[in-house]
């Protein structure tokens, strides 16, 4: 009864970036960026961080933008899926 309850709670996290590689069959590269600002000089920093994701239909290509989904490991590196591309 208990995992029934947690697996109908449980969130995934979506976050949107640009395709920066396609790394091979049904891979892709994910480059994803936030912006915040620094706590002394007030500027806004640009941070980012790359993902590797699972796409099943090879759809994307290098310069899309993307959705992605945390999903269970298909690999050693790849813990993401391709939602939609915009």
């Known amino acids: 009864m208990m995992k029934e309850a947690t697996k109908a ?8 970036g640009e395709v ?7 891979s892709i590269v994910v480059k ?3 912006s915040l ?3 002394m000089y007030n500027k806004f920093i640009t941070k980012s961080k790359k993902y590797h994701v699972h796409d099943e239909e090879n759809k994307a290509v290098v310069g899309n933008k993307v959705v992605i989904i945390e999903a269970r490991p298909t690999s050693k590196l790849k813990k993401w899926n391709l939602e939609t591309i915009k």
Not at 9 to 16: A, D, F, H, P, W
Not at 20 to 26: E, P, R
């Open 20 to 26: 920066i590689s396609k790394s091979g069959n049904k």
């Open 37 to 39: 600002r620094h706590a």
């Open 32 to 34: 994803v960026s936030r």
């Open 9 to 16: 709670n449980s969130v995934k996290r979506k976050l949107t």
